[in-house]
């Protein structure tokens, strides 16, 4: 049975880029070794890195206008603590949309005062904060673009003359964005890119240099860029697939098109969720659902059952929410065709005529 993968992440990824992985995980570039067993300083893995960076810069429009790319590890958990380590001096400010932010501003208060310019923590974070003032002496502004666990995502992000910091894991290259806007975007390649392992960072080299404090060599993004993302062994696959995945979107269009149809899945089933007499959704503020993670709930739980099985019977997999949350959670990550979406919707629509 063909599977419906909607896990929030690890990501459903190209059935293609699976297929070249798994052809390299036996032997890569003809070498009649893995892989997994090759230096990561040979000249065909540093050919790997040079491409998955700069296709990176590439699909966000980037490329020769003063940033740099790294594939590093530690996920975006890292990049909490690295991204304060590098930019925080006395003050900065955050958004606080979701775990994720939550969990970031806990690292940046080790390091600097937090000013946290809205919060949306005490309604669980059912909506997006608007209309906040960016303290104009902080040395840089950060937020969080797309919620996983709540179905959040801001479709507008503010004006400032401060560094903007962006947490993109679960919706980079999903949409078309003037991303020059932001001096340091930072993704886990495992929401939207890749599988776990690999974390890309973005930076705008000017950013960098301008606090006084001693930076651990490993959370140095000037050191990271040094070393062009081999200062230590990188994750060797997870860049690799990253690589392909990325190849996958220039061929598909870019960013531009897999936009598209990330707007007909959101589409098709968010207009089911408000159709359907069964569900209701669990973002307050219709405009600030997210278009690559769908939480809603059953109004009556006890359809549960009935529906985890109509699922179960249609192989869709993934779908259960995140424990915070309950109820459901549909990621329609890049990878994810719209067949996959109307099958989803088919399901709803079977239960509801058998309710």
């Known amino acids: 049975m063909k599977k419906h993968n909607f896990s929030a992440g690890p990501c459903i990824l190209p059935q293609s880029v699976l297929q070249q992985a798994a052809a390299a995980v036996k032997n890569f570039n003809d070498l009649n070794l893995s892989l997994l067993e090759i230096s990561h300083r040979s000249k065909d893995f540093v050919a790997v890195m040079d491409t998955a960076r700069s296709l990176a810069l590439t699909h966000l429009g980037l490329q020769n206008k003063g940033y740099q790319a790294l594939f590093l590890q530690g996920g975006a958990s890292m990049q909490f603590l690295m991204t304060a380590y ?88 999903s949409r078309q964005l003037d991303f020059s806007k932001f001096d340091l975007i930072y993704a886990g390649a495992q929401k939207n890119m890749g ?56 061929d598909a269009g870019g960013i531009s098109a897999i936009e598209k149809v990330n707007n007909q899945k959101a589409a098709l089933l968010y207009a089911e969720i408000d159709r359907n007499s069964l569900f209701e959704g669990y973002v307050a503020k219709k405009e600030d659902r997210s278009k690559m993670n769908a939480t809603f709930n059953l109004k009556d739980e006890q359809l549960k059952a009935t529906f985890d099985d109509t699922l179960k019977q249609a192989g869709i997999s993934g779908i259960n929410g995140h424990r915070s949350v309950g109820g459901y959670r549909a990621s329609m990550y890049n990878a994810l065709p719209l067949e996959s979406v109307a099958v989803l919707v088919d399901v709803m629509q079977t239960v509801e005529k058998g309710a």
């Open 86 to 173: 590098n930019l925080l001096e006395k003050k900065a400010a955050y958004l606080n949309t979701g775990t994720w932010s939550d969990k970031a501003i806990k690292e940046a208060k080790l390091l600097g005062e937090v000013v946290e310019v809205a919060s949306s923590k005490s309604d669980n974070f059912n909506y997006i904060p608007k209309n906040y003032s960016i303290p104009g002496d902080a040395d840089y502004f950060h937020c969080t673009s797309n919620n996983t666990i709540f179905g959040t995502q801001l479709q507008q992000f503010p004006e400032t003359d401060i560094p903007m910091v962006c947490d993109m894991s679960s919706d980079i290259f």
């Open 195 to 250: 599988p776990a392992g690999a974390t890309l960072v973005v930076v705008k080299e000017e950013i960098l240099g301008k606090v006084s404090r001693a930076i651990p060599s490993m959370l140095n993004y000037k050191v990271q860029i040094g070393k062009e993302s081999m200062f230590n062994t990188p994750s060797v696959f997870a860049v690799y697939v990253s690589m392909l995945t990325l190849q996958w979107l220039e």
